[in-house]
């Protein structure tokens, strides 16, 4: 627990920096709360409004671990499929990358007109964009395979199929959770973008909500709870990769 | 006629001709090898002369442009899987303990896993490598390493060896002691070898007869005999027909380039 806060402080210290200089600018300028509220009184809002946000936060939650789900089944599918056969390549990487230039903006609202208002579409939103880095990386982990080893399976008699299972899933698994760490931190955005664009819950809608309602402490309590969530996450997969893929840093050392 | 039967690996008039760029650049220009049973061959050349495009037409990886190749009477799709070809790098894969890496081509095979531990346990004692069989690759020494790849290769037991390189990456020392050990293993479970190297102690050390090759496009500049009886003793690098056998070779391969 000391080592880890060891380790950490240079963010804590950033942390209470930013808090810090923040407290006294709102104080000395006497800037209205609906503005800039302090930290203290978001701080305050947190622990007030702590049932009513925990709420909120569950449902944001499992939009994004859902959502996060679907793209991470549908990106090492598409990922296998590009990889194994150069026609499917040709035929779908132009349109995986095209799916990313799309502002997702324009696409929320669609999806609300076609499927509805439910928990669905938010969903379908943060898999739409975090699915990309997990394909793009998968493929390169697939591809990176040394030709050296391949030649190897050859010549000990391995077939395509067996390759594929024995070297290029295993080899590619370290790509695999680089892509997953920038799809955990870009699930979140997913999440509250799906939530703004039609919703009656979660810390997406929370937020919408309360801006106008001049409530910017719970805008803020919001945005924190959402960092935490990133980071949280963030870290849970970084765990996993540890646990799953201990020889990774061995591999691109 | 009789010959040929007699051979392990036959091989008249190879050659390859690959394309860069599309020009075309000659690899082999008519190869000839004939390899006995358990004979160990080295082939020393410079670098680029094709000694690798060699080994992998007879691992049945790269077809030959002309010539001919008989390896008991195979053709190239049965070579492959068939004939055990070390490579330079040791290969292990990095998410596989060392039992698991070795027994990688009998898995491929579609032998259980139970089987196969039960096949490569009596080995790791004569590899060195028992206490370490549950280690990843990483924790293993350069020459451990070799061992495991070798064992990797051999557990499969094709009766044909292609080595390339097989000691280059390691120091000196390791060197020497990993030649003195392939020479002891290779007593007791008598392959064909053909071994590529750029060291020629090496070459003279470990076999029986040495094939010098010219640089591109390769062909067979001489044919020499090592005249010491196996098993060997490492001192015969001390003896004088050790260095002249030495310097007749290195002389043909000076003339090069």
């Known amino acids: ?253 | 006629m009789e010959k040929i039967v007699d051979n392990h690996i036959s091989i008249v008039g190879l050659e390859k001709t690959i394309y860069q760029d599309g020009n075309p650049l000659k690899i082999l220009d008519g190869v000839d090898l004939a390899i006995q049973k358990s004979e160990i061959i080295s082939v020393l050349g410079p670098s680029g002369c094709g000694k690798s495009t060699l080994l992998n037409i007879i691992a049945g990886l790269d077809e030959p442009d002309g010539g001919d190749i008989n390896i008991n009477g195979l053709d190239s799709d049965s070579r492959l899987g068939s004939v055990g070809y070390m490579q330079q790098k040791d290969l292990l894969l990095p998410w596989r303990s060392v039992k698991d890496n070795v027994i990688l081509g009998l898995e491929i095979r579609g032998v259980s896993k139970r089987k196969s531990y039960q096949m490569v346990e009596p080995h790791f004692q004569s590899f060195g490598l028992s206490g370490f069989e549950s280690n990843y690759p990483h924790t293993l020494s350069g020459g451990m390493k070799q061992r495991a790849s070798f064992l990797r290769t051999v557990i499969t037991e094709p009766d044909i060896l292609l080595l390339d390189e097989p000691f280059s990456a390691l120091d000196a020392l390791n060197r020497s002691r990993l030649q003195m050990w392939l020479l002891d293993l290779l007593e007791k479970i008598q392959r064909t070898v053909l071994l590529v190297t750029h060291d020629v102690d090496e070459a003279i050390m470990l076999s029986d007869r040495i094939y010098v090759m010219t640089s591109r496009p390769g062909r067979i500049n001489s044919v020499e005999k090592v005249p010491y009886p196996r098993p060997r003793d490492r001192e015969i690098v001390n003896d004088s027909s050790f260095v002249e056998l030495k310097s007749k070779i290195l002389s043909f391969l000076w003339d090069q380039d």
């Open chain 1, 1 to 253: 627990m000391i080592n880890w806060l060891v380790k950490w402080s240079p963010a804590f210290g950033i942390v209470c920096l930013i808090v810090g200089a923040w407290q006294l600018l709102v104080k000395i300028q006497e800037i209205p709360s609906w503005l800039l509220p302090s930290p203290s009184s978001v701080a305050t809002t947190i622990y007030s409004d702590h049932s009513m946000l925990m709420r909120h936060t569950l449902v944001t939650l499992e939009e994004i671990i859902l959502g996060f789900f679907l793209a991470l089944a549908v990106g090492v599918i598409l990922a296998s499929a590009i990889c194994l056969s150069q026609t499917i390549e040709k035929a779908l990487y132009p349109f995986i990358i095209a799916s990313q230039t799309v502002p997702i903006i324009v696409i929320a609202p669609m999806l609300l007109v076609w499927i509805g208002y439910g928990l669905a579409p938010k969903i379908i939103v943060v898999a739409l964009i975090s699915f990309f880095p997990i394909v793009v990386n998968t493929v390169d982990g697939m591809k990176s395979i040394d030709p050296d080893i391949q030649k190897l399976m050859h010549t000990l008699g391995g077939k395509k199929a067996q390759v594929f299972s024995k070297i290029m899933i295993p080899s590619s698994l370290p790509y695999l959770f680089s892509g997953l760490r920038v799809a955990i931190a870009i699930s979140v955005i997913g999440a509250v973008i799906g939530e703004w664009v039609g919703s009656s819950e979660g810390l997406g809608y929370l937020m919408i909500r309360s801006k106008p309602q001049f409530q910017t402490e719970r805008v803020f309590a919001a945005i924190i709870i959402l960092s935490f969530i990133g980071i949280g996450l963030f870290a849970l997969i970084t765990y996993l990769e540890k646990v799953f893929v201990p020889w990774s840093n061995e591999q691109r050392n």
